[in-house]
């Protein structure tokens, strides 16, 4: 990755979460920076990968895999993982953040290590293998730069977990120092066969173990496939061939786990750690603290210093810092080791009995006040080997393992670890999967050697992380907002509808409706009110009445048309007014109506057999047209007929027709 890609990443939150605040490393995979995890407030160490990787969805595919994988490892000496992602066309881990130095710095400082601080290393390195090949993980890819050591405690952490698997198709075409570097600690079967089990991590484990306590790789060359011959076709030299000092236990160590058959290894990690214990068992405490002789540890020149006053004190205590700081100004000192390893308390030395003949020679009757504070001397270290003893054999200091809970409840497994000596802390965390109240891991994890008396911490699983909807019907939209992001969920689309029911600006619904159970983050959709919808009342006067009720009762309008009257202009059934009208109301609002009976009726008088003058009058009067028709000339004047008939009730106005004879 090039400087100005590492330059351009620094700043950038990566998912939302991951903010990178520094640049730690680049490997030939991924480059590694210092993050920000936003959300839990804690640093981080994030693996960005290569761009060409991320853009192999078949790499993309196994990467994802086995990083889940990677992630349900939990175990003090591992790396933790938590979280893997992508984040536009960058694919990345989140990983536990170790500040510290690896074993590859730590060789490369201190050149050939002393027994005891190879074996302090190792043995925390296959205690975290071993938790991986019990839960069916196989690493791949073990080698110095995969082992860390914590500079403020010295705690030995593997990482990579599972992730060579991913990269496997990509490796073999990598940079050709990327590929030296895996190339020294491939087993013969992945050479020739591209297969990976347990066994291939316990050789690579052995050869690391013969590189910490020589200062050089068993296998060299200027080339991937001249390495590979040698895994092949070679046996791996035993350490005391470049370091005559090298125990021959450990010769015999370095070659059960790196012999060429697999059949012939110890099956799993924890097979070969056994066997580390019982080598070491076999070493004197001079054995274990020799420096380093021979050809090989020449080449550490000052290291040599620093390995031996490291490698001199349990744990690698430095002896003397103002030494150190004067043999070798220039170097970090080797970090002390922090694991569970079970160092057999030396006593001082109780002075020889000649030294009491003396003192009586010297001062006669003062020889027994001489010899006593020898014999209280004598006692006192009697006492604090026994004590000694007492505690990391059968006290508090003693070990124990870590029994298997996961599956079980929190009170079962507080039971389980009390009765290994452990005293349980649990914590909650949601999951996808775990059913509530079940325990998905713990801190150390099963099979890990600690102290009795130790803290566990069990994480139990609160089940899936749900969270209701709030009820914000008739909330305002800022309101609404506030409380949908308080349940830890986002508000999705806002949209704006009639309401006759809540007022304008206020929620009207939800979506999904209140109580749904969502997972975090999860959108909400809300319906807010325009007010009530405004109804145009159209306008039916001299129109017919029962169209007008139809059309108005229609947009949810109250209509009142009992009101009835005579009207000459307007049809009998028409609507002679209406209130309102030509305007706007709402959805209940009162309009009425004053619908025409027709004119009014008068009862047509009968004026047959009168003369034609009073007949026309009397009609007239009554408000009626006359018409007169003469038959015959009309000669006598009288009214032979009328038309509308007598006493029929017609309308004022209407003609009434005559004939006069």
Do not use: C
């Not at 940079?175 to 190339?183: A, E, I």
């Not at 009726?601 to 047959?608: R, S």
């Amino acid at each position: 990755m090039s400087s100005g890609v590492t330059e351009s990443l620094l700043g950038r939150v990566f998912d939302g979460r991951y903010r990178v605040q520094s640049h730690i490393a680049d490997g030939g995979m991924a480059s590694v920076y210092l993050a920000l995890d936003t959300r839990l407030e804690r640093d981080v160490a994030l693996k960005v990968l290569r761009r060409d990787l991320a853009q192999d969805d078949a790499f993309v595919s196994r990467f994802r895999r086995e990083a889940r994988s990677a992630a349900r490892l939990s175990h003090p000496n591992v790396v933790a993982v938590f979280d893997q992602g992508e984040d536009d066309g960058n694919m990345f881990l989140a990983m536990e953040y170790v500040p510290g130095q690896t074993l590859r710095e730590v060789m490369k400082a201190e050149g050939p290590l002393t027994p005891r601080a190879a074996l302090d290393i190792i043995t925390p390195v296959l205690q975290a293998l071993g938790a991986a090949h019990r839960a069916g993980i196989i690493h791949r890819d073990v080698k110095p730069e995969n082992v860390i050591l914590r500079e403020d405690d010295g705690t030995v952490k593997v990482a990579d977990f599972g992730l060579a698997r991913a990269v496997s198709a990509q490796t073999v075409t990598s940079q050709t120092g990327v590929l030296l570097g895996t190339v020294a600690y491939l087993s013969p079967e992945q050479v020739e066969r591209g297969i990976a089990d347990a066994r291939s991590d316990v050789y690579a484990a052995g050869l690391i173990l013969f590189e910490m306590l020589t200062g050089s790789k068993a296998f060299t060359g200027d080339t991937p496939i001249h390495i590979a011959y040698q895994h092949v076709h070679g046996s791996v030299p035993v350490p005391s061939s470049r370091v005559a000092s090298v125990p021959t236990e450990l010769d015999e160590l370095v070659a059960l786990a790196t012999s060429r058959d697999p059949d012939d290894r110890p099956a799993d990690a924890q097979e070969l750690l056994e066997a580390v214990r019982v080598a070491r068992a076999g070493l004197s405490p001079a054995e274990l603290d020799r420096r380093p002789e021979g050809a090989a540890a020449v080449g550490g020149g000052a290291s040599t210093v620093a390995v031996e006053r490291t490698s001199a004190l349990p744990n690698g205590i430095p002896a003397d810092d103002a030494t150190a700081a004067t043999t070798t100004p220039a170097r970090r000192p080797l970090p002390p080791v922090a694991l569970p390893i079970d160092h057999t308390p030396t006593s001082p030395p109780i002075p020889p009995p000649g030294r009491d003949v003396v003192a009586r020679t010297d001062g006669g009757g003062r020889g027994g006040r001489r010899r006593m504070p020898w014999v209280l001397a004598a006692l006192a270290v009697a006492l604090i080997a026994g004590l000694t003893g007492w505690w990391f054999l059968a006290g508090p200091g003693s070990p124990t393992v870590v029994p298997k809970t996961v599956g079980t409840t929190f009170a079962q497994a507080k039971a389980a670890l009390a009765t290994a000596h452990l005293d349980a802390k649990e914590q909650q965390q949601f999951d996808e999967t775990v059913p509530k109240g079940q325990v998905m891991s713990t801190n150390p994890g099963a099979g890990a050697e600690v102290k009795r008396g130790t803290d566990v911490t069990v994480t139990v699983s609160k089940g899936p992380e749900r969270y209701a909807v709030p009820n914000v019907v008739k909330k305002s939209e800022a309101e609404a907002r506030d409380q949908v992001t308080a349940q830890k969920l986002t508000v999705g689309s806002v949209k704006q509808a009639f309401s006759e029911t809540v007022d304008s600006g206020l929620v009207i619904s939800s979506d999904p409706k209140a109580g749904t159970s969502l997972k975090r983050g999860a959108k909400v959709n809300l319906v807010v009110s325009k007010g009530r919808q405004p109804i145009e009342v159209t306008d039916w006067t001299g129109k017919p009445a029962d169209q007008a009720i139809n059309d108005l009762t229609g947009k949810g309008l109250q209509v009142d048309a009992t009101e009835q009257r005579n009207d000459d202009k307007v049809p009998k059934g028409s609507v002679i007014s209406q209130s309102p009208a030509g305007t706007t109301a709402y959805k209940g609002d009162k309009v009425k109506l004053v619908v025409s009976k027709g004119p009014v009726l008068v009862k047509v008088p009968d004026v047959q057999g009168k003369q034609e003058p009073e007949a026309i009058k009397i009609l007239k009067d009554a408000g009626f047209e006359v018409k007169v028709e003469r038959f015959m000339g009309g000669i006598f004047g009288t009214v032979r007929s009328q038309d509308p008939a007598a006493n029929s009730e017609q309308p004022k106005g209407t003609t009434i027709t005559l004939v006069v004879v």
